[in-house]
């Protein structure tokens, strides 16, 4: 049996990961807490494997497993994450932790995470690796990239659209899913992420 903890603030997306992997015969959460008790959590149930979601470039989620590997070495880390910054993948794969894999995965992945990375093996998405690697940013498209620079300069949605010669919706459109890839608050979150990440040049 491999005792697991899961951290995740978001009540609904925690409880939908404890069931998940609960379906499992041979996984036990032991404990489902968020991102802030994540540490005390492990070190009470000494689970072989925390999942630890990161929800921001900032997230504590990542000190957390180095930390981990430090205080309690028999306990793997598997960083869940929306996330596709650069800074984050660089920082996760740095650290060493057991598994990186993007909460948009297959549903049966996680399952599969968690058991490699209790037998020791390292799981990193490919995808992640990519992103860690290139300074570009192959998750939004040229078009959305377009508009989020254009919106970075102070246009608003209408201007926006007149300047590409799209409509006002489209132009929601591109900020909302521009938004949604870069797992930002809101479109000067997302303006700031990929400005750091150098994709606004």
């Given at each position: 049996m491999i005792r697991v903890v899961v951290a995740e603030d978001l009540h609904m997306i925690r409880g939908a990961l404890v069931?998940?992997?609960?379906?499992?015969?041979d996984l036990r959460v032991v404990a489902d807490v968020g991102c802030d008790g994540a540490m005390a959590a492990a070190l009470?149930?000494?689970?072989?494997?925390?999942?630890?979601?990161?929800?921001?470039?900032?997230?504590?989620?990542?000190?957390?497993?180095?930390?981990?590997?430090?205080e309690l070495p028999s306990c793997k880390t598997l960083i869940l994450t929306n996330l596709y910054h650069p800074a984050v993948a660089r920082e996760a794969l740095a650290a060493?932790?057991?598994?990186?894999?993007?909460?948009?995965?297959p549903p049966v992945e996680l399952a599969r995470a968690v058991r490699r990375v209790a037998a020791g093996h390292r799981v990193v998405d490919p995808h992640l690796v990519r992103v860690a690697r290139d300074r570009r940013c192959p998750v939004l498209?040229?078009?959305?990239?377009?508009?989020?620079?254009?919106?970075?300069?102070?246009?608003?949605?209408?201007?926006?659209?007149?300047?590409?010669?799209?409509?006002?919706g489209t132009i929601r459109?591109?900020?909302?899913?521009?938004?949604?890839?870069?797992?930002?608050?809101?479109?000067?979150?997302?303006?700031?992420?990929?400005?750091?990440?150098?994709?606004?040049?």
């Open positions: 069931a998940l992997l609960e379906l499992e015969q009470e149930h000494h689970p072989e494997v925390a999942v630890i979601a990161v929800g921001e470039p900032r997230s504590q989620g990542i000190s957390t497993a180095v930390r981990l590997k430090e060493q932790v057991g598994g990186y894999l993007l909460k948009d995965a498209t040229p078009r959305e990239i377009d508009v989020l620079r254009l919106a970075a300069d102070g246009a608003e949605i209408a201007e926006i659209a007149a300047r590409v010669h799209l409509s006002v459109n591109y900020l909302t899913s521009t938004v949604t890839k870069l797992d930002a608050r809101n479109r000067l979150d997302a303006v700031r992420i990929a400005r750091e990440a150098g994709w606004l040049i």
